[in-house]
C-alpha cells in the first residue's frame, strides 16, 4: 500500500459524504475542511511530504523505480 492511501481514502470519503449530504451538512463538513486547511496548511505538508517519500524511494529503491518506467 502507498504511504500517502490512507489519507486519499479519508478526503474522498469526505468529499463523497459533501457530495451527497443535505446542503446544512455538506456546508458544515466544507466549512470545517476550509478552516482545518486554512490554519493548519495541511494541503502543503502533505505535498512535500509526498515529494520527500518520492525522493527516498528514488534513493532507497531505484530499482522498484526502474520497474515503474520499464514497459
Known amino acids: ?8 481514502l479519508v478526503a474522498l470519503a ?5 457530495v451527497v449530504a443535505p446542503g446544512n451538512q455538506s456546508n ?3 466549512s470545517k475542511m476550509e478552516m482545518l486547511e486554512r490554519y ?3 494541503t502543503n505538508v502533505l505535498l512535500i511530504g509526498l515529494v520527500i517519500y518520492w525522493l527516498a524511494r528514488l ?3 531505484p530499482a522498484a523505480f526502474v520497474r515503474l518506467i520499464q514497459p
Open 59 to 61: 534513493l532507497f529503491m
Open 14 to 18: 469526505i468529499i463523497a459524504f459533501a
Open 40 to 42: 493548519t496548511g495541511v
Open 1 to 8: 500500500m502507498h504511504a500517502f492511501a490512507p489519507m486519499l
Open 28 to 30: 458544515y463538513v466544507v
